[in-house]
T-cell receptor
Framework: EAQVTQNPRYLITVTGKKLTVTCSQN?????MSWYRQDPGLGLRQIYY???????DKGDVPEGYKVSRKEKRNFPLILESPSPNQTSLYFC????????????????FGNGTRLTVT | AQSVTQPDIHITVSEGASLELRCNYS??????LFWYVQSPGQGLQLLLK??????LVQGIKGFEAEFKRSQSSFNLRKPSVHWSDAAEYFC????????????FGGGTRLMVKP
């Protein structure tokens, strides 16, 4: 089954304790992205990756890191989490970017709810 | 910079009634427009998309949306709502520069009364 898998689904941590949220897709998608969802703000893009070893900042990258060493995986790293990073996080992937005229939609994972105390 | 506005944060409709969710966008070029639905505890699922051509697009689950360039709108409609349509709905505009970057609206939460 084609899917985007995030782990964990729920995570409670304390300020400053490094954490990683994993994301894996089995569709051989080039493009992967991380979003955070906050009430009233919709989804905001954190980072995205066009392919292996190619990553770039989205709208709200501060406090986050990503890596893309393999095509299928795109982990989100919080080196020193803070309470303002408490949010619902989504990973998404698609075949290729819109700028190439492709109309491949984004496929989303089921989300990771992170609480930083 | 592009932006998406969904004016209605919450909407409640009776089962069987018609539905229209509003979406207005701001974007300099021809936009790529999307509607996604999020059920509780789930990720987002694509309902429909507009890239070009016919301005009335059909999606899954009986939804449709109409692109109106003059009004910068892309409203989502359904003639008869089912209780299972209760969810949060997001409108998004795709940026035609680099990557598959979407700008999302704040979402509209739909509640369905029996």
């Amino acid at each position: 089954e084609a899917q985007v898998t995030q782990n964990p689904r729920y995570l409670i941590t304390v300020t400053g304790k490094k954490l990683t949220v994993t994301c894996s897709q089995n569709m051989n998608h080039e493009y992967m992205s991380w979003y955070r969802q906050d009430p009233g703000l919709g989804l905001r893009q954190i980072y995205y990756s066009m392919n292996v070893e190619v990553t770039d900042k989205g709208d709200v990258p501060e406090g986050y890191k990503v890596s893309r060493k393999e095509k299928r995986n795109f982990p989100l790293i919080l080196e020193s989490p803070s309470p303002n990073q408490t949010s619902l996080y989504f990973c998404a992937s698609s075949l290729i970017g819109l700028h190439r005229g492709d109309n491949s939609p984004l496929h989303f994972g089921n989300g990771t709810r992170l609480t930083v105390t | 910079a592009q932006s998406v506005t969904q004016p209605d944060i919450h909407i409640t409709v009776s089962e069987g009634a018609s539905l229209e969710l509003r979406c207005n966008y701001s974007y300099g070029a021809t936009p790529y427009l999307f509607w996604y639905v999020q059920s509780p505890g789930q990720g987002l699922q694509l309902l429909l998309k507009y890239f070009s051509g016919d301005t009335l697009v059909q999606g899954i689950k009986g939804f449709e949306a109409e692109f109106k360039r003059s009004q910068s709108s892309f409203n989502l409609r359904k003639p008869s709502v089912h209780w299972s349509d209760a969810a949060e709905y997001f409108c998004a505009v795709g940026r035609n520069n680099a990557g598959n970057m979407l700008t999302f609206g704040g979402g509209t939460r739909l509640m369905v009364k029996p």
